[in-house]
């Protein structure tokens, strides 16, 4: 038998009436499944517990996630292969804590929603893979290291040390924020993962069958970014966002890696420097995506690949034919000496009155 904990979040606020049907009908429907469990309703929250045979629960569980009732459903804990049911005196239970002025059970609802907070804020710093694994009952920790393959993707904003030292810290976060926010969910919606942000630069990884998908979430992420300067307007620094992308395609090790003091679930290896050796090399081809010929081949679509040449990367052993993509997207770029002269440019135009100046430090 399988038993999960999950909480979600009410759409609308709910009667006790309305409670109390889901409750009956919680009831009826799990008690010809053989589903028991129990359902609390705390203000803006849902808790429940199901336990029941493993598909049961699983397919009851589909039906939850589609009730439009609630959102934002959060799998608190999942367990495998239990032998005893907790709950094995009624299919289902419904319990409004709402109703009551019992101080321990107020007190136990403040504590349902200081978990639900808590755990809402460890899976906005936690990496999706750890997440995946916690949600599916295994334990992270347990998770041996092995050797596999994927497509690594790199990228981050191009002249940002420069740019950061002469904006305010204000315009530098909000830069940072919305790059990596919209590089990573074009990652996510393309099937992909983000692994992890180093200060402006996401790393993130893709199965090694979806080259199509890495590209796609590039080529969106740059259309997004154009439309961030399209509307900056005259000043502030999101006129002067670009950004670069590396791909390449390869073996990696995945699993746990670190200390007992912080651990990550990562991927490491030749593959992955070689795909930040790749961004780096956009500024110098002025392209903003360079992929490498295991990207080129794993690709399914008719993306117009155009070759750049062989170049020699650091720790690689020899040169290798880099290539891009033939889009007008990919070939507006710059490079930090072109940025300097454009916000000189903007200078020249404040001086002249032709122009708000924008916000500089320098």
């Known amino acids: ?33 053989g589903i028991t469990g129990i359902l609390f309703s705390a203000h803006e929250f849902f808790f429940q517990i199901l336990e029941g045979d493993e598909d049961a629960v699983d397919r009851t569980l589909v039906r939850i996630r589609n009730d439009p009732r609630h959102r934002d459903l959060l799998i608190l804990k999942a367990e ?23 101080l321990i059970l107020q007190a136990l609802r403040i504590m349902l929603e200081n978990i639900t907070e808590s755990h809402r804020i ?22 041996p ?32 924020s919305q790059f990596l926010k919209v590089c990573s969910s074009r990652v996510v919606e393309s099937g992909g993962q ?27 992420t740059l259309k997004d970014i154009q439309q961030l300067r399209s509307g900056a307007g005259e000043s502030g620094l999101m006129r002067f966002l670009y950004c ?3 791909l390449t395609k390869g073996p990696v090790i995945e699993g746990n890696i670190g200390s007992p003091i912080k651990m990550d679930y990562t991927v490491l ?20 995506i360079a992929v490498t010929k295991s990207v080129r081949d794993a690709c399914t679509q008719p993306w ?43 200078n020249l135009k404040i001086d002249s009155g032709a122009a708000t100046p924008f916000s500089s430090q320098s």
């Open 122 to 143: 460890i899976e906005r710093y936690t990496q999706p893979a750890v997440l995946k694994f916690l949600t599916e009952g295994i334990n992270p920790l347990s998770v």
């Open 80 to 102: 495998h292969d239990i032998s005893e049911r907790l709950f094995a005196k009624w299919s289902m239970r419904t319990i409004c804590l709402n109703r009551t002025n019992d």
């Open 269 to 288: 290896g030749d593959t992955v420097n070689l795909a930040a050796r790749l961004e780096g090399l956009t500024r110098n081809i002025g392209k903003a």
């Open 145 to 176: 290291v092995k050797k596999t393959e994927h497509i690594i993707l790199f990228g981050d904003i191009v002249a940002f040390s420069y740019l950061s030292e002469r904006f305010p810290v204000e315009e530098v976060a909000d830069l940072v």
């Open 194 to 220: 983000v692994n992890k942000y180093v200060g402006d630069c996401v790393m993130a990884y893709f199965p090694p069958d979806e080259a199509d998908g890495a590209i796609t979430a590039c080529l969106n």
């Open 304 to 346: 117009n690949f155009v070759a750049m040449g062989d170049f020699e990367l650091k720790g690689q052993s020899r040169s290798l034919p880099i290539y891009s993509l033939d889009d007008p997207v990919v070939a507006d770029i710059r490079t930090q000496e072109m940025l300097v002269g454009d916000m000189q440019e903007v």
């Open 244 to 246: 670069g992308f590396g």
């Open 1 to 33: 038998m399988k038993r999960i904990m999950y909480v979600s979040t009410v759409t609308r606020q709910l009667s006790g009436a309305e409670v109390d049907e889901i409750g009956r009908i919680s009831s009826r429907n799990n008690l010809k499944v």
